[in-house]
Structure formats: structure tokens, C-alpha cells
């Protein structure tokens, strides 16, 4: 009954921008943080940034800061992840994720997740 829908990934080189989009449909889901997490091949789920539900609060993962940046648009029910300056290293699946927990990082604290978009970065 809720659904979340990542799409904007591809493959870009080392230094391009893509900009991920996380749309959620179903069951509204009402004052809750959204995420970013990814994965690469043989590595564990890692967080990448998250924002509260009035778009005021972000934290990020050190290895994105000053290059990644969440926002949302509530209306639109839409979350977004603007990646600048890529590197190979941020090569992976991207997934957003939903949260009743204001300061969650860890994965096991989302409630919802969406399907992933594949970001590929050569160099």
C-alpha cells in the first residue's frame, strides 16, 4: 500500500552530476524522515544523507558532504539527492527509505524502501 519509486540514476564520469528522485505513492506517509542509503556489489548497505519532514534538517555521511545534497518537496510527495562531483567510489544502488525516527542512520530504523536506481561512475 505505500510504494516508493527511485528513479534518475545512469552513468556519468568521474566529476558529473545526476540528480535522484524518490517519489512515494499509496498510503500517505505524514511526518516522516527520508533517506538515502546505497550499495555496492559484495559491501554492505551504507547510509548517505537523510531530511526531515519540513525539509529543515539534513545530515549527511562524511564521504558525500560538500557534494550530495537531500531535499524534498512535500507536494509533490517527492524526495530528491543531487550528487555532484562523483567519483567511481559512489558507484552503487541507490534506495530512499522512510523513517517515524527523526535521527535514524541505521537501516533497520526505516520502515519503507524502494527498489533502488543504479548509479555508475567511470573515471
Known amino acids: 500500500q505505500v510504494q516508493l519509486v527511485e528513479s534518475g540514476g545512469g552513468s556519468v564520469q568521474a566529476g558529473g552530476s545526476l540528480r535522484l528522485s524518490c517519489t512515494t505513492s499509496?498510503?500517505?506517509?505524514?511526518?516522516?524522515?527520508m533517506g538515502w542509503f546505497r550499495q555496492a556489489p559484495d559491501k554492505e548497505r551504507e547510509f548517505v544523507a537523510r531530511?526531515?519532514?519540513?525539509?529543515?534538517?539534513?545530515y549527511y555521511a562524511d564521504f558525500v558532504k560538500g557534494r550530495f545534497t537531500i531535499s524534498r518537496d512535500n507536494a509533490k510527495n517527492t524526495v530528491y539527492l543531487q550528487m555532484n562531483s562523483l567519483k567511481p567510489e559512489d558507484t552503487a544502488v541507490y534506495s530512499c527509505?522512510?523513517?517515524?525516527?527523526?535521527?535514524?542512520?541505521?537501516?533497520?530504523?526505516?520502515?519503507?524502501w524502494g527498489q533502488g536506481t543504479q548509479v555508475t561512475v567511470s573515471s
Open positions: 499509496g498510503r500517505t506517509l505524514r511526518s516522516v524522515t
Open positions: 527509505a522512510a523513517s517515524y525516527d527523526p535521527y535514524a542512520v541505521d537501516p533497520a530504523r526505516y520502515d519503507y
Open positions: 531530511i526531515s519532514w519540513s525539509g529543515a534538517r539534513t
